[in-house]
């Protein structure tokens, strides 16, 4: 089955606004990632995590490997950043990285 | 430093015919990776190596689907007698172990694109 669940699927905001994207773990995880998928099919590093809270401009992510979670924080949204969030995580090694099935982020002027 | 390259980005086929995608990780990585990324789903791993090593090929559809990073760095992913279930964007990416902070961050290239007809 999915270790790695995201929610939610679709989010649409207007710009100036924020949100919280979450992937919840149905085992516990050493490491987690966030990447943007953009419309020319790139795959952009936003965040690794081993633990806690990391932050770079207006995006936050925490890792909470205990309670087996993850959330990526959008304040002050842009344009720009509509895409596809996807989180992937590891419960082995540090390798073998696991990829949530998204959210669909659209940024409304 | 130059990011990860794939090749061909586009790739058509009728259903049976084979092709070959190919990855140049990011220089010193060690850790090269296979995803298949159907549409509108979310990478699913395929193989990865540890220089010219397979880690896990567990998901690999052995009958059809070969890889091999021979000298630890380029590598090819190939699929013989393709079949409509494989359309899909096949990714590469690299990494390296760069300690508790950054771990083993992925670096993806930009895909290539398979569509079976």
């Known amino acids: 089955g999915d270790q790695v669940e995201q929610s939610p699927s679709a989010l649409s905001l207007h710009e100036g606004t924020g949100s919280a994207l979450r992937c919840n773990f149905t085992?516990?995880?050493?490491?987690v990632q966030w990447f943007q998928q953009n419309s020319r099919g790139s795959l952009i590093n936003l965040f690794y995590?081993?633990?806690g809270t990391k932050e770079n401009g207006r995006l936050k992510s925490t890792f909470n490997s205990k309670e087996s979670y993850s959330t990526l924080h959008i304040r002050d949204a842009q344009l720009e950043d509509s895409g596809t969030y996807f989180c992937a995580a590891t419960n082995t090694g540090y390798q073998n990285f696991y990829f949530g099935k998204g959210t669909s982020l659209t940024v409304i002027p | 430093e130059a990011g990860v390259t794939q090749s061909p980005r586009y790739a058509v086929l009728q259903e049976g015919q084979a092709v070959s995608f190919w990855c140049d990780p990011i220089?010193?990585?060690?850790?090269l990776y296979w995803y298949q990324q159907p549409r509108d789903q979310g990478p699913q791993l395929l193989v990865y190596f540890r220089d010219e090593a397979v880690i896990d090929n567990s998901q690999l559809p052995s009958d059809r689907f070969s890889a091999v990073r021979p000298k630890g760095t380029n590598s090819t992913l190939k699929i013989q007698s393709a079949k409509q279930g494989d359309t899909a964007t096949y990714l590469c990416?690299?990494?390296?172990?760069?300690?508790?902070?950054?771990?083993?961050?992925?670096?993806f290239g930009e895909g290539s694109r398979l569509i079976v007809v």
């Open positions: 990416a690299s990494s390296s172990d760069r300690g508790e902070n950054s771990g083993n961050t992925l670096y």
């Open positions: 220089s010193g990585h060690d850790t």
């Open positions: 085992t516990t995880m050493r490491a």
């Open positions: 995590l081993a633990s």
